[in-house]
């Protein structure tokens, strides 16, 4: 296995758990209980993340060829919550094997 698919691989979850944890507790802290910390902690993770999937996912597709389209899938599933984990179940592991 190359070192960018494990590199892509495990950005991308973790790009799409920041995700969650900002969707689904830090967003209802900050607007159900007025608790901002968590959402500006998270947010700037998340942004962080999200910039070194895009990076991650340029050097994965050049070396592995896997064309515009796809590559163009992979960084609409990350605007997708849940969607980086269902890219990697459905398109990463196969390569795996």
């Known amino acids: 296995m190359k070192l960018s698919l494990l590199t892509f691989k495990w950005t991308a979850l973790l790009e799409g758990a920041s995700f969650v944890i900002l969707l689904f507790i830090c ?42 389209a796809k590559t163009l899938l992979f960084l609409i599933m990350s605007f997708l919550p849940f969607g980086t984990f269902y890219a990697e179940r459905k398109w990463l592991r196969p390569l795996e094997a």
Not at 27 to 49: C, E, Q, T
């Open 27 to 68: 967003m209802p802290l900050k607007y159900g209980a007025a608790i901002m910390l968590p959402n500006k902690i998270m947010g700037m993770a998340h942004g962080v993340l999200t910039v070194i999937y895009l990076f991650t996912l340029i050097n994965f597709a050049i070396q592995y060829k896997i064309g515009f």
